[in-house]
C-alpha cells in the first residue's frame, strides 16, 4: 500500500455542518472552485467538436498546442515551440504524477514549498520517492535531487516570487541537475504584484533547459470542470513525458481540447472573469480586516492568506459560527497553524452574505 495522507477535506466535515446551519445558507469559501459561467465561446468550441469518435493525440492537436504558445508569449512573454506543448487531464493530474513520470524513485526527495497545494507530497508519495517541504534550498546541503516545485502565485499564500528570487533557484537546479516544475496555475491572477514565469528571458536566461511551467485553464477560463492544462518547457523532457504520457493513455478528451484552444485565444472572457474576482477581493479583503484579520501575502490569486491570532481551527469555528467557510492553514502544512485560506471563488451574492456576516 502506498502511505498516503487523509483526505484533509473531510477532517472539516463537521464545521461545513455548522456553517450550513445557518439560517441564510452557507457562504463556501474553503475551495477556490469557479462558480461563473463558462464562457459562451468555449461551450460552442466543446459542441462543435463532439462529433469525435477516434482516439485524441496524446500530443494535442497543433491547434490546441498554437494556442497554448500563442497565449504564453501574447500574455507572459514568454516564447515556446508548439511542438513543446503537452496537453494535460488539468494540471492536478500532472502535480501528481510528474515524479513517476520522470523516473524519481525512492532514495529520492522531492521538493516542494513549505506551505503548499497537498499533491506536491501526494506526487512524491505515489512515486515511491520522500516528500520534502522546505522554502530554502540550502537546508539540502550538497545533496542532488532529482525535481523542485515552485509554485508562484502560490496557494495558499497568494505569495508572488520576483524574477530575482526565481534566477537564483534555477541557478541552484542547473548546479545540480535538478528539474525545476513551476506550477503557474494563478500566473493570470496578479494584483499588487506582477507574476512572472519560470520561462521567462528574465528568469531562465532564454534556455529552458530543466525547466517546465505547468498551466491550467481551470481558473482563468472557469473550465475545472473540462479537466484542461498543459505543460511545457524542456523540449527534451516534453519528449520523455509525451513518450510515457502515450503508453498511460494520458490523453486529453478531443472536444476539451477544441474548448482550450479556444479559451487560450480569447483574452476577453478571462478579463471578464479577473474583473470579477478584483471586485470579490475588494469587498472581503476590508470586511476581514475590520473584524480582526490580518492579511498576509496575497497579492495574488484566489485566496486571503489571513489570521486573527489564534490557532487556525478555532478561527474556522469562529467563521463557521457565521455561517462561512474557510480552510485551516495546517491543511497546507504546520506552518500554517495560525492562518486560514479564504477563497474569492463565492457567487458575488455569496460574498456580498459574508461581509454582511461580518459585519
Ligand atoms: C497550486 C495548484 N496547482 C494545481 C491545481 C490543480 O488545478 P487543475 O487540476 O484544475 O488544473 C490547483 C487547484 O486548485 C492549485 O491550487
Not at 463558462?38 to 469525435?52: E, F, M, N, T
Request: charged share 20%.
Amino acid at each position: 500500500m502506498i502511505d498516503l495522507p487523509d483526505f484533509p477535506w473531510d477532517r472539516l466535515t463537521p464545521l461545513k455542518e455548522l456553517a450550513g446551519s445557518h439560517p441564510e445558507g452557507i457562504v463556501d469559501l474553503s475551495v477556490g472552485t469557479p462558480v461563473d459561467p463558462v464562457p459562451a465561446l468555449v461551450r460552442q468550441a466543446l459542441a462543435d467538436a463532439s462529433d469525435s469518435p477516434g482516439y485524441p493525440l496524446t500530443h494535442g492537436t497543433e491547434r490546441l498546442r498554437a494556442a497554448a504558445a500563442g497565449w504564453l508569449r501574447r500574455r507572459h512573454g514568454v516564447t515556446v515551440d508548439q511542438a513543446d506543448v503537452l496537453p494535460l487531464i488539468g494540471s492536478k493530474e500532472l502535480v501528481a504524477w510528474l515524479p513517476t513520470l520522470l523516473g524519481v524513485g525512492p532514495g529520492q526527495r522531492v521538493v516542494f514549498p513549505e506551505l503548499a497545494y497537498p499533491t506536491y507530497d501526494v506526487g512524491a508519495r505515489l512515486a515511491g520517492a520522500e516528500p520534502y517541504a522546505t522554502d530554502g534550498l540550502l537546508s539540502l546541503g550538497p545533496e542532488r535531487v532529482p525535481l523542485v516545485w515552485v509554485n508562484s502565485p502560490s496557494n495558499p499564500t497568494g505569495k508572488v516570487l520576483p524574477a530575482e528570487h526565481l534566477r537564483k533557484v534555477v541557478a541552484w537546479a542547473r548546479e545540480r541537475g535538478a528539474v525545476i516544475a513551476s506550477d503557474e496555475c494563478y500566473i493570470e491572477l496578479g494584483w499588487e504584484e506582477r507574476p512572472v514565469s519560470i520561462l521567462h528571458p528574465d528568469v531562465c536566461g532564454g534556455s529552458h533547459e530543466g525547466l517546465l511551467a505547468v498551466h491550467s485553464l481551470s481558473k482563468r477560463s472557469n473550465l475545472a470542470g473540462y479537466r484542461a492544462g498543459f505543460v511545457t518547457g524542456d523540449p527534451a523532457l516534453v519528449r520523455r513525458l509525451l513518450e510515457v504520457r502515450k503508453h498511460a493513455g494520458m490523453i486529453v478528451p478531443g472536444p476539451v481540447q477544441a474548448a482550450a484552444a479556444a479559451a487560450l485565444d480569447d483574452d476577453g472572457h478571462a478579463d471578464e472573469q479577473r474583473a470579477r474576482y478584483a471586485a470579490r477581493r475588494a469587498a472581503l479583503r476590508p470586511a476581514l480586516e475590520a473584524a480582526g484579520w490580518k492579511i498576509d501575502h496575497s497579492v495574488a490569486g484566489l485566496y486571503l492568506w489571513a489570521s486573527n491570532g489564534a490557532d487556525c481551527w478555532s478561527q474556522v469555528r469562529e467563521l463557521a459560527e457565521k455561517g462561512i467557510l474557510a480552510a485551516p492553514g495546517d491543511f497546507y502544512g504546520p506552518a500554517g497553524a495560525s492562518h486560514v485560506r479564504i477563497a474569492v471563488t463565492a457567487t458575488d451574492e455569496r460574498i456580498s452574505a459574508a461581509v454582511r456576516r461580518l459585519q
